[in-house]
Structures are given as structure tokens and as C-alpha cells.
């Protein structure tokens, strides 16, 4: 059965993916938080630096009698090379006149009255350079004129320095993502196991434990316990009708078969005409067949239902079969049949000794009926510690060769079985119940060929 079940996918596998994307999207928006964030950090950094140069730069020029002069100051341009090696450019321009510094270095053109800082990134002598730019306006012969100092530098640190923030970054982003996904992972699991519990805990138990599931679980899982523990009950009501059914239909057709049968063979010992014994005997056969083929199609349906739940309880294989002797030894006495028990001691074993007792009854039912008077038939039970063996000898002639295989089956009789009341379930029945047991049916002619022996295995206790 379980290899017909459609499965369409693994909730653990979907929720892991999930958890496992959702950690992939965050360790991306984490790597390009950090990175935006570093890469603003170090270029604010690197500007508050060119402004302070170019501050101090401004500090330095002090005006007398109307002439400006500019006194660099050692600290403006080494604070810029204590940060990195890269090279440093500067301008000091009063007007359009160049006091000092690069003359080539694009300064940009001060607007009306514009103070404050300006930053700029442009391309200077083949290198992209980033430069700050500080204006102050100076009277000069009644004249307002600006003094601009631009100080400017190479990028190659700072891109080194960048470069290494988003190395750290993508460490960091990889580090996330990598204990994400082991926390999803677990989550996962973790999500799963009440779910793997409860199946667990529903396939360890016995073919007739239908005690309903009193295990807490997540609220998630509720309606799915609820259903099960309805389908338990609903399950159960319907087991233990179809065991009733079976009981009933039981008395239900035997009883009034046996009934006919009776009033049947009454009659036949009133009438005289042989037309009409002919037309009676041939009824009672037919109530005979109808009858044997009721009995063992109700024994096989209980069969059936019983090994699907099978009880396994302790009981003694040869006191159940010294029991079945003694009930059908009238039977067989109808024939001058002979039956006799060899067994050994006792032979516990566990298992459900209904069927058992169905099983060999069947066995002694067919011997006793395929075996001609005045013959003898032999109940052996013997055993050990590891198996029990019941062997049921007659003188019926034996089993044709070419059919053993095949008389197990359903409904299946041998050639020598013509004319006699039958069914052809009664090896099917035996070979059922020792299958169920654990054991085996095994059929095979009496070495002299005079007869069969069959013979049920089961382990022990």
C-alpha cells in the first residue's frame, strides 16, 4: 500500500528552502547595508581630513598692509600623508592669481559671496583625486575678493581601504548567511519532530491497540489528531461489527442448512419411489456442499479479519490439538476411522489459538473426509525450544504430483478430489493462519504413497 502513496514534496525540504532564501536576501541586504555604510564612512572620514588641511591651510594666511601671505603650515599636508601614501595636491588662490601651490589644479569658480567648504572628485595628472575646497572673501583697496584654498588627493588608498571594508563585509555577510542556514536547518527539523513523534508513536503500536492519541502536540497538528483519532473510532465500531457479522452469518446459514439437511434425510427414509431418492439424495448433497462451502467461506472471512489483528497470547499447541481429536474422533468413528495422537509433552507457543484451532480442524476435517474406511489417520505434535511441528498423516491415496503447488490457492482442488464435499479453502485457511503465526504449511505425499501428510510450523513461545 504504501507504494501507491502520492507524495508531493517534503515539508521539511520546502521549509528549509524558505528559511534558507529568506537567509540569502538578508545576508545580501546586510552586505550592501554595511558596504553603502562603510564606503559613506570612509569618504566623510577622508573629507572632514582634506577639510581640515584646507582649514588649516586658511589659518595660516594672515594679511598685512594690504599683501597676503601664506605660511604653510607642516601639520595641513601630514595629516593627509599619515593617512595613507597617496600623493597630495593644493592651490592657494587670492582672486585669479595663484599664491601658491599647483597652477594647473581645476579649482572651481566661487560663486557670489560663497563660503563654506565644496567637495569635488576629478580626474588631476591621470589619477582621479578628491579635493576640498574652502572659500573666504577679503577686502582688498575696497574690493571683495575671494581666497580659495583647494586641497586635493589621490584615491589609491581609499579605494585600497574600500576594497578591504567590503572583503569584511562580504565576511560578514557570508558568516550570517552560513549560521543562518544552520538555524534554518534546525528550525526545520525542530517544526517537523512532533509531526514524526506522533507517526511514530501510531506505527509502533499493535494491530489492535486503537486507543485514540492522547499525546500533546503543537495546535498546528490538532485537526490532523482529531481526524485520526476519529478515523480510530470509526475504525474500530467497524472491526468489531464485521467480527459480529461474521459470528452471526455463522449461525445464521449453518443452522438452518443443518435443519434441511435433517428434514431432508426424514424423508428420505419415507419415500419409496427410487426417482425421488434419487431428487433427495441428491438435495442433501447439494445442502452438504452449500453448507461445507458457507462454513469455510465464514471460517476463511474470519481468518482474515483475525490476522489482520492478530492476539498473541500463550497456549499449549498440543493440549488445543488433543481437544480437536477427541471433538471429531465421533466423526471419524462414523467411518471405522482410526485417530491417533503422538505428541511429547506440553508445546507452549503464543499466538491466537482461534485460528490455530481453525487451521487444524480444517487439516483433521479433510482427512477424515478423503480417507477411506477403516483406515487409520496420525496426529504427531513434536517441537523444541526453536519450533513446534503438526503433522497430520492419513491413507487417502496422497496429493497429485503436479498439482502441490497450486492446492494452497483459493477455491483450488486436486483430480481426486471429484465427488467429494468441498470447498477448496480448507489448505488456504491452514496455510493463512501459520503464515500469519510466522510459520509455514507443507504438504507432501507419505513415502510408501499411500497417503499425505501435512504439517504446520510455528515458532515457539
Not at 448433497?285 to 458457507?294: G, N, P
Not at 472471512?301 to 490439538?321: I, N, Q, Y
Request: overall charge neutral.
Amino acid at each position: 500500500m504504501s507504494d501507491s502513496l502520492r507524495i508531493s514534496g517534503s515539508i521539511r525540504r520546502r521549509l528549509t528552502i524558505q528559511l534558507v532564501g529568506s537567509a540569502a536576501v538578508l545576508a545580501t541586504l546586510l552586505f550592501l547595508i554595511v558596504q553603502t555604510f562603510t564606503r559613506d564612512l570612509a569618504e566623510e572620514t577622508h573629507d572632514r581630513i582634506l577639510l581640515a588641511s584646507a582649514t588649516s591651510i586658511m589659518d595660516a594666511i594672515s594679511v598685512r598692509a594690504g599683501e597676503v601671505t601664506v605660511d604653510l603650515p607642516y601639520a595641513a599636508l601630514s595629516m593627509l600623508s599619515n593617512v595613507s601614501d597617496d600623493r597630495v595636491f593644493y592651490r592657494v588662490m587670492l582672486g585669479a592669481e595663484t599664491l601658491t601651490g599647483y597652477d594647473d589644479l581645476p579649482v572651481p569658480e566661487p560663486g557670489s559671496r560663497e563660503t563654506g567648504a565644496r567637495f569635488d572628485t576629478l580626474v588631476y595628472k591621470g589619477e582621479t583625486v578628491r579635493m576640498a575646497t574652502t572659500v573666504r572673501w577679503l577686502s582688498r583697496n575696497g574690493v571683495s575678493t575671494p581666497l580659495i584654498i583647494s586641497v586635493a588627493q589621490t584615491r589609491t588608498g581609499q579605494t585600497e581601504r574600500l576594497a578591504a571594508l567590503t572583503r569584511t563585509a562580504l565576511l560578514l555577510g557570508a558568516g550570517f548567511f552560513a549560521v543562518a542556514v544552520l538555524l534554518a536547518v534546525w528550525t526545520a527539523q525542530s517544526s517537523i519532530r512532533p509531526l514524526r513523534q506522533l507517526a511514530g508513536m501510531v506505527s509502533r503500536r499493535g494491530p489492535t491497540d486503537l486507543r485514540p492519541v492522547a499525546r500533546p502536540v503543537p495546535a498546528e497538528m490538532a485537526p490532523l489528531v482529531r481526524s485520526l483519532n476519529s478515523f480510530i473510532d470509526r475504525l474500530g465500531l467497524s472491526l468489531s461489527r464485521s467480527e459480529d457479522f461474521i459470528a452471526e452469518a455463522a449461525h445464521r446459514v449453518r443452522t438452518p442448512l443443518a435443519t434441511v439437511r435433517t428434514q431432508a434425510e426424514n424423508t428420505l427414509h419415507r419415500i419409496e419411489r427410487p426417482e425421488n431418492r434419487t431428487a433427495l439424495r441428491e438435495m442433501i448433497r447439494a445442502i452438504d456442499e452449500s453448507s461445507r462451502a458457507a462454513g469455510q467461506l465464514l471460517d476463511h472471512a474470519m481468518v482474515s479479519f483475525r490476522t489482520d489483528s492478530l492476539e498473541r497470547k500463550p497456549f499449549d499447541l498440543a493440549e488445543l490439538t488433543a481437544e480437536l481429536v477427541n471433538r471429531l474422533r465421533p466423526v471419524a468413528d462414523l467411518k471405522d476411522i482410526d485417530l491417533e495422537l503422538e505428541m511429547t509433552g506440553a508445546h507452549a507457543m503464543a499466538g491466537d489459538p482461534i485460528l490455530v484451532q481453525n487451521a487444524v480442524r480444517n487439516l483433521l476435517d479433510n482427512a477424515i473426509k478423503y480417507a477411506p474406511e477403516e483406515t487409520r489417520i496420525t496426529v504427531s505434535v513434536r517441537g523444541d525450544a526453536a519450533a513446534h511441528t503438526l503433522c497430520i498423516r492419513d491413507a487417502a491415496g496422497g496429493f497429485p504430483e503436479d498439482e502441490m503447488g497450486s492446492l494452497t490457492e483459493r477455491f483450488v482442488r486436486g483430480r481426486n478430489a471429484e465427488g467429494t464435499v468441498g470447498s477448496g479453502l480448507g489448505l488456504t485457511i491452514a496455510r493463512e493462519v501459520a503464515e500469519a503465526h510466522g510459520g509455514r504449511l507443507e504438504i507432501a505425499n507419505t513415502k510408501d504413497g499411500t497417503g499425505a501428510c501435512v504439517c504446520l510450523h510455528f515458532p515457539s513461545a
